[in-house]
C-alpha cells in the first residue's frame, strides 16, 4: 500500500518521466511481440552458415555497391535496393524453393525486402540479425 502512495506521489510530480517510461516501455512490448509474429525469421551467424553449409542458402547482399565491395559474406549476391523496392525479383525466380538470407548492414532494410520476397511467393526467407555489423563483429569470413 505504501509503494502504490509513492508510486502516484512520483507519477503525479513527475508525469513527463513517468509517460516516457510508459512509451518506451509500450514500444519495447510491441517490438517482441511484432518479431515473433512477423514472417520473417531473424537467423544468428552460427545458423546463417549451418543454413548455407547443409541447405545451400542464397545470400543477398542488399546494401550499395560500395559496402558491397569493402566486404561481403563468402557467395553472397549484390541486389541493388532499388531493384528491391520496385519488387523486381526476376533474377531470383531460380531460387525461389531454396533458403534465401537477406543481408543488409544492420539487419532493419532485409527485414522489408524479406517481406517482399515472402509475399512474392518464396518459401523460406531469412534475415541476419544485426546484418553485416553481426557476421563482422563475430570474426566471420568476408571477401573483397
Not at 508510486?7 to 513527475?14: A, K, Q, T, Y
Not at 552458415?49 to 545470400?59: E, F, I, S, W
Amino acid at each position: 500500500m505504501f509503494f502504490m502512495q509513492q508510486l502516484i506521489e512520483f507519477v503525479g510530480n513527475h508525469y513527463i518521466l513517468s509517460s516516457i517510461w510508459v512509451a518506451l516501455a509500450l514500444m519495447f512490448i510491441f517490438s517482441l511481440i511484432s518479431g515473433r509474429l512477423s514472417p520473417v525469421k531473424e537467423l544468428g551467424t552460427l545458423e546463417m552458415t549451418m543454413l548455407m553449409n547443409k541447405q545451400d542458402a542464397v545470400v543477398l547482399d542488399i546494401r550499395p555497391q560500395p559496402d558491397y565491395r569493402k566486404g561481403h559474406i563468402l557467395g553472397a549476391r549484390q541486389v541493388g535496393a532499388e531493384k528491391m523496392a520496385k519488387g523486381d525479383f526476376s533474377d531470383l525466380e531460380k531460387y525461389k524453393d531454396k533458403p534465401i538470407i537477406v543481408v543488409c548492414a544492420m539487419g532493419v532494410s532485409a527485414k522489408r525486402t524479406a517481406s517482399q520476397l515472402l509475399k512474392s511467393g518464396f518459401n523460406q526467407v531469412f534475415v541476419l540479425k544485426g546484418g553485416m555489423n553481426a557476421w563482422t563483429s563475430a570474426s566471420m569470413p568476408v571477401a573483397k
